[in-house]
């Protein structure tokens, strides 16, 4: 089968300069000194994709998914390499793309229509399942500079899906909306699959990811380093994601999440491979003292992101500076507005934790699993307290030390995910 889009050996290189006097220098070539450095944004970039497929492209910030997109839509060159594709593409880039905003809504789906080679008698005959899809009442006649970020979402997303593309390319916009026209856009993202057509799609998303792509792309640092089922890569970016540097080669990476569980090997600092708030409350007499803490996903791996349906571990290692009996250390999850969403503590388990000598370092392992809605932030605090006589006394807190994520295939909404098992059947 031809493949719909071809990506062969593509290269973007752009070319830092410390000053203007520099770039100006160079440019004039009065001399043969060099004043720029190379920046790789894409390096070797190389995949096919084939009609009917949806690919998802994963990859931190700086990875190079957004350049490659604008590669394979004509916006931008690429340095060397080639693309080739096969049939008329649609692409939802940044929210403004393709769009005049002096121009009202209606005037843009002209104006989108011409771009992607459609008359105006053309884009008539769309016209009705445009609006229909858009849904966004007068305000067709209005200026999209006056657009909420969700209606301008709406029409640019009705506008892609509704000139019948061969092809559609989605950069992270289905971000932007409520959860009933996301359902509605995936919903016709489905259709759109099952019609034979291709998508390609980037997104932070790793629900997204699973649920609607039957293969995955890793990239990072303008590298693709990895290529295949969408449930194993996205378990591979969680690695990735906990890891500041910028990687070419991730053979350590890869060879560290093979291992599984990190508290196996000798020395590992869990908190190292875990992504930190930038924002985070510390207080208490560190009388005993967190040392060190992480999450541990279903496969054994120091990560910010677990399965809501999979069972996970909350670890933290607490050292004594002074001998301390029955201690009482807790974890909790707050959203990001603030909201305690779960938590507990060994006194509220009733477990006895004894007592604790000067020198001696505890590790206490929380597991459980935590059946909240896919595709939600939270935030991990940590505490370790207790009682002396009457007096409720705090040893050390973290609040709000880490991020963490969770994924699922399914999607809900709410506080938690009802873990719904669902049988229809004819009475």
């Known amino acids: 089968m031809k493949p719909s889009i071809r990506i062969e050996n593509v290269t973007k290189i752009y070319n830092l300069y410390a000053s203007a006097q520099d770039r100006f220098l160079e440019t004039l070539k009065l001399s043969r000194k060099v004043r720029h450095k190379e920046f790789y944004a894409l390096r070797d970039v190389s995949f096919d994709v084939f009609p009917g497929e949806t690919v998802g492209i994963v990859g931190k910030n700086g990875a190079g998914k957004s350049t490659l997109l604008k590669i394979i839509t004509g916006v931008l060159s690429p340095t060397s390499g080639k693309v080739t594709l096969e049939g008329r593409v649609s692409a939802l880039l940044e929210l403004g793309a393709g769009f005049n905003m002096e121009y009202t809504g209606l005037q843009n789906v002209y104006l989108n229509g011409t771009i992607l080679g459609y008359s105006h008698e053309e884009m008539e005959k769309r016209l009705p399942g445009i609006l229909s899809f858009a849904d966004i009442g007068e305000f067709i006649d209005q200026p999209v500079k006056s657009y909420s970020s969700g209606m301008f979402m709406r029409l640019a997303f009705s506008v892609a899906i509704n000139v019948e593309p061969e092809i ?53 640092a303008g590298v693709k380093i990895a290529e295949g089922e969408a449930p194993p890569m996205v378990d591979l970016f969680k690695q990735i994601m906990t890891t500041r540097e910028e990687i070419v080669d991730i053979s350590e990476i890869v060879d560290k999440y093979n291992k599984g569980d990190a508290r196996e090997i000798p020395g590992h600092i869990l908190k190292e491979d875990m992504i930190l708030s930038g924002n985070y409350l510390e207080y208490g007499s560190k009388e005993l003292e967190i040392i060190d803490f992480g999450i541990i996903d279903a496969f054994g791996h120091v990560s910010n992101i677990v399965d809501s349906i999979r069972d996970f571990q909350v670890v933290m290692r607490v050292r004594a500076n002074v001998m301390k009996k029955d201690p009482i250390f807790a974890f909790q999850f707050k959203d990001v507005r603030g909201v305690e969403v779960t938590g507990t503590n060994t006194m509220y388990n009733r477990y ?10 505890v590790e206490i392992t929380f597991t459980q699993t935590l059946p909240l809605p896919g595709n ?38 709410g506080f938690f995910d009802p873990g719904s098992e669902i049988e229809v059947r004819k009475i």
């Open 352 to 361: 006895d934790t004894g007592t604790i000598l000067p020198g001696e370092i």
């Open 376 to 413: 939600e932030g939270y935030l991990l605090s940590l505490g370790c307290t207790g009682y002396e006589g009457e007096d409720f006394v705090v040893y050390h807190r973290l609040y709000d030390i880490a991020p963490m994520q969770t994924i699922s295939e399914k999607m809900s909404v």
């Open 168 to 220: 559609l390319i989605i950069d992270e916009a289905l971000s932007v909306g409520d959860v009933l026209f996301q359902a509605k856009c995936f919903k016709k993202i489905q259709e759109f699959k099952e019609s034979g057509k291709t998508i390609l799609f980037v997104s932070h998303s790793l629900n997204n990811i699973i649920q609607y792509c039957d293969r995955c792309i890793v990239m990072n």
